[in-house]
């Protein structure tokens, strides 16, 4: 058996409850979350929610032996004036107790046009470190936009220098953005690998199609392989996002969960 953390990313049920996310996980056997906090798109806990209501997610995580390990806290990193509102995410990771926290360079799903070459977003992403380091987090930086390739982020990370900044490979992103293909790609950014977003992709390379594991064409088996050989640990976070048209009803998610399950469960992992 693979012992690894294995989570599921709440963002899965976007347009539902975080109490729903929070049940249709646990029912699937899962025992880790990937809390989502994206502004503008999934808000499942974000900084603005009140202390009652934070405290209340925590408590149905705890009955329901969830661990919350990592929060999705995408923040426009090139923007120094966004960066305030990403250490806010930080300090609500840390009430959360997380080990990590999830961004992508850009915003990821807000229309920002903010563009820094990659000297810039280094230094604004070295200006994190302390407070990193202060809530005991590590920032992965997931593929995205025009940042969807490993040599792409293996630039940047080797740019800020930092143990507490490594890579969140996604393994459909690259495919949507950038048009590789996460069995080779992996090879360029493997040592800074510390996350990964199993994300499946079917359909068209550049459609928003993202089923539930094993459903579409991303070759798990030798990302699986080459993880192993390189004795690559990283926490895996299950992201299903659907269609463009979205999931026809809460059922239609915890089924995608609970075959994602059964899926990894098939590769010998243990949830």
């Known amino acids: 058996m693979d012992k690894r953390i294995i989570a599921v990313n709440s963002n899965c049920y976007h347009g539902y409850?975080?109490?729903?996310?929070?049940?249709g996980?646990?029912?699937?056997?899962?025992?880790?979350?990937?809390?989502?906090?994206?502004?503008?798109?999934?808000?499942?806990?974000?900084?603005?929610?009140?202390?009652?209501?934070?405290?209340?997610?925590?408590?149905?995580?705890?009955?329901?032996?969830?661990?919350?390990?990592?929060?999705?806290?995408?923040?426009?990193?090139?923007?120094?004036?966004?960066?305030?509102?990403?250490?806010?995410?930080?300090?609500?990771?840390?009430?959360?107790?997380?080990?990590?926290?999830?961004s992508s360079i850009g915003e990821a799903h807000l229309a920002d046009n903010a563009k820094a070459g990659n000297d810039l977003l280094a230094q604004n992403i070295k200006s994190l470190v302390p407070k990193l380091e202060e809530y005991g987090l590590t920032l992965v930086l997931e593929l995205h936009g025009e940042h969807a390739t490993g040599t792409i982020m293996k630039e940047i990370v080797d740019l800020v220098g930092s143990e507490r900044v490594k890579i969140n490979y996604d393994t459909a992103n690259c495919v949507f953005y950038a048009d590789v293909d996460a069995a080779d790609d992996v090879d360029t950014c493997m040592g800074?690998?510390?996350?990964?977003?199993?994300?499946?992709?079917?359909?068209?390379?550049?459609?928003?199609?993202?089923?539930?594991?094993?459903?579409?064409?991303?070759?798990?088996?030798?990302i699986f392989a080459k993880l192993k050989a390189a004795n690559n640990n990283s926490p895996f976070s299950?992201?299903?996002?659907?269609?463009?048209?979205?999931?026809k009803d809460l059922a239609e998610i915890n089924t995608a969960v609970q075959d994602s399950a059964a899926y990894l469960k098939a590769h010998g992992f243990e949830l």
């Open 17 to 23: 409850s975080i109490e729903e996310a929070l049940e």
């Open 25 to 102: 996980i646990a029912a699937a056997g899962f025992h880790y979350v990937e809390l989502t906090a994206t502004k503008g798109w999934t808000e499942h806990v974000f900084p603005d929610q009140s202390f009652e209501k934070l405290c209340a997610v925590k408590d149905k995580m705890k009955e329901l032996n969830l661990v919350p390990f990592s929060m999705s806290g995408h923040c426009n990193l090139m923007d120094a004036a966004r960066l305030p509102d990403f250490i806010m995410n930080m300090r609500l990771a840390n009430f959360f107790g997380c080990d990590y926290i999830v």
């Open 192 to 222: 800074d690998i510390a996350y990964l977003h199993l994300k499946d992709k079917a359909g068209a390379r550049n459609a928003w199609d993202f089923p539930a594991l094993g459903k579409g064409y991303v070759d798990f088996e030798t």
């Open 238 to 247: 299950v992201e299903i996002e659907f269609t463009q048209a979205g999931p």
